[in-house]
Every structure is written in C-alpha cells, then in structure tokens.
C-alpha cells in the first residue's frame, strides 16, 4: 500500500480517537475506575494505570506512525526527483505527451480576492509557474520543487479539503513540461477551469452554501490576512455589505467559474 493510502488511513484514525477515548472513560467508570466500591469487578488501580497508558501511549503511535509515514514519503519523492537520466531525449518534440488535468486546493485570499495556493503562493486563474528558490529556474526544474502542482485524483484533493478547512477545490490543467509524480503533475502553465464550492456553509457546515464574507485572520508574528469564505444565509447576515460577495461577483473578481 502507498505512503499517500497509509496516511489517509491514520488521519482517518485520529478522526475516530475522541470517539474511542469516551468509549474507554465510559468502560473504566462502569469497571468500577471512578468509585469507592469496595470489591470492583476489576481492581480501580488497573483501570486507572490502563487509561493512563491508553492517554498516554496512543497519541505517541499516532506521532511515530506519522514520523514513519512522512520519511517513507520523503524517501518515495528522493527517489522520483533522481530518475532524471531517464529524461535525456534528444529533441522537445521526443517528450512524451501527456494530457494533464488534475484538481488542486487553494484558498482565496486578501482584500481584492486572489487565489492562494497552501503553501502561500498567490496566483491568478491562468498563469506560468515562478520558483521560489531559484530565480534562473523555469518551472518545473527536475531536481527542484517548483512548478504547478495538483493531485491527478479528485478523491484525494478532497480527502486534503477535509483536512484543510477553508480551502476551495480547483479543476485545473496544466501545460507545457510537466513531471508525473505519486500523487499527480507538477507542470510550467497552470489554468484553473473552475472553482467547486463545497454545498454547504464552511462556519456551521450544516446549511446550503450562499454568499462569500471576508474574515482578518490573525496570525503569527504580526502577519494577518483577509480569508473569503463561503457561508450559508445565516452565518453570513452579521457581515457589512463591503465584507461580502454574490457567487457571481466572485466568479467576476477571479475571472473563474465557480459552481
Ligand atoms: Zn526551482
Ligand atoms: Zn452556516
């Protein structure tokens, strides 16, 4: 099974944990944990050293399996960085050709609404790829990391969604040199077809998804931002006019289609 599978897995495990950590507090109080009972039907020092192994020695297997899963991850992305002498042909028009269409997550982001990529790189709905490290690269440079991104299957960029609240799903597609990796495409150019909003509202996650509002986030070390969300009526009704944009108006703003 892939690294990609194993850490969905565990997430998916420490989704479940509060769930579990109330089934054991529920147990060790009907063993008699909790009581002064004089003959409990398991002695109270058992259940008591039983949870604290079970509070203490769970989160710290999440941690080790996420350490293993990130090296095993590490390792998989090394080896695929140095498989660069299979990319020795001898003419552009050798490459081989590939169509690439993928999804991506991205946040939307500042005063005048931009699109964020998770890593902070703010890009406009049709745009070439800068790299960060190396002013002299043109995207995407084998043994670096620049480029495009996106994930080649929509399950998996929304598996990420979940795990990044606030971020909007982007269907995109890539041109020019790209790169095949594990999980998708690493490309030049980037265009993003559209905008999918999640249906329901990103506060209570529970109502038909409306209206874009604007919240300042605070950050760390004096950074701050404007984050857009999507709300439902409800949620967004305590927003001035200026902090909020139609669907439409947003589609305008980013010159994308948003469904
Ligand atoms: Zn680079
Ligand atoms: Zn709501």
Redesign the pocket.
């Known amino acids: 099974m892939s690294y990609v599978q194993n850490r969905q897995r565990l997430i998916r495990l420490i989704r479940i944990y509060p769930v579990i950590a109330i089934a054991v507090l529920a147990a060790a109080y009907l063993l008699g944990g909790f009581t002064d009972q004089v003959d409990p039907l398991i002695p109270q020092e058992v259940v008591i050293t039983a949870l604290y192994l079970f509070v203490g020695a769970v989160p710290l297997v999440f941690i080790i399996a996420f350490l293993i899963i990130g090296r095993v991850g590490d390792k998989a992305a090394l080896k695929n960085n140095n498989h660069t002498d299979k990319l020795n042909y001898q003419s552009g028009f050798d490459l081989p050709v590939e169509q690439m269409h993928g999804y991506k997550l991205a946040l939307i982001t500042g005063r005048t609404p931009t699109l964020t990529g998770l890593t902070g790189d703010t890009y406009l709905s049709d745009s070439s790829a800068k790299c960060s490290i190396n002013s002299e690269h043109v995207p995407p440079v084998a043994q670096c990391e620049c480029g495009f991104y996106a994930y080649s299957d929509i399950d998996e960029a929304r598996f990420e969604g979940s795990i990044n609240p606030g971020a909007f799903l982007l269907d995109v597609d890539l041109y020019g040199v790209g790169f095949k990796y594990a999980r998708g495409y690493r490309a030049e150019t980037q265009v993003v077809n559209e905008l999918i909003t999640p249906r329901?509202?990103?506060?209570?996650?529970?109502?038909p998804?409306k209206v874009f509002v604007t919240i300042y986030k605070l950050g760390y070390d004096d950074t701050s931002w404007w984050q857009w969300q999507i709300?439902?009526?409800?949620?967004?009704s305590s927003f001035k006019e200026a902090d909020k944009l139609s669907v439409a108006q947003m589609s305008e703003k980013l010159s994308l289609l948003i469904t």
């Open positions: 329901r509202c990103q506060f209570c996650r529970t109502l998804a709300r439902c009526v409800i949620c967004s």
